[in-house]
Every structure is written in structure tokens, then in C-alpha cells.
Nanobody, 125 residues
């Protein structure tokens, strides 16, 4: 049984930082391209960061580039999203996802087979 479990969300002030983690079980992590998606109320789910199965290639949504960093440790079966200089546009539920399409950095949610339940990021006033 495949499970992806996110953690690290919470409330943060504008300009602050959070580190999200996604722990995988039931899969061999280096068989999968991994991604972080987010979905804010009333908005579509969007790919924030994608990392190749070997960890050497990444994609970032333009609005988070230079502020977010995605990384992975295949041996420990964990994927991270370091988020800095957060702003109110970043408030959303963040999801970890796994795609067996290792040939591309997929950005469409349709290409991801496995999903975590999500972790909420709130921006405090």
C-alpha cells in the first residue's frame, strides 16, 4: 500500500519560512518523479515544484522561483520543500505527489498516481 504523508505546514507571518516534508512508504522512491502541488480556496491545483527521480533536475512555478527549494533523499524516502519569504499568495493546502513518468517533470496533476492528504499553510496577519 502506497502512502505519502506530508508534514510541516502551519501558520507563518509574511516573510517567514517553513519546511514541508513528505515521507513515502510502499514505493521505491527513485522510481518516481516527485512534486509539490498547492491549492488555495477557489483556485485550481497548481504544481509548485517538481524534482526528477534522481534529484538533479527541478522545475519551479515562476512565482516561487528563488524562494522555494525542492529536494529529496531517496534512501530515506523523503521529499522536502523549503519555503522562504512567504507571502499571502502562498497560503494553500500543499500536496505531495508521485509520478511514474520518469522521463519528464510533469506539471499536470493528471500525471501523478499517488497523492498525500495535504498540509495546510496559513499566513498570519
Amino acid at each position: 500500500q502506497v502512502e505519502l504523508i506530508e508534514s510541516g505546514g502551519g501558520s507563518v507571518q509574511a516573510g517567514g519560512s517553513l519546511r514541508l516534508s513528505c515521507v513515502a512508504s510502499g514505493i521505491t522512491l527513485n522510481d518516481y518523479t516527485m512534486a509539490w502541488f498547492r491549492q488555495a480556496p477557489g483556485k485550481n491545483r497548481e504544481a509548485v515544484a517538481v524534482i526528477s527521480y534522481h534529484g538533479t533536475t527541478t522545475y519551479y512555478l515562476a512565482s516561487v522561483k528563488s524562494r522555494f527549494t525542492v529536494s529529496r533523499n531517496n534512501d530515506q524516502k523523503v521529499v522536502f520543500l523549503q519555503m522562504t519569504n512567504l507571502n499571502h499568495e502562498d497560503a494553500a493546502v500543499y500536496y505531495c505527489a508521485a509520478s511514474s513518468r520518469r522521463d519528464r517533470l510533469a506539471r499536470s496533476s493528471d500525471e501523478y498516481e499517488y497523492w498525500g492528504p495535504g498540509t495546510q499553510v496559513f499566513m498570519s496577519s
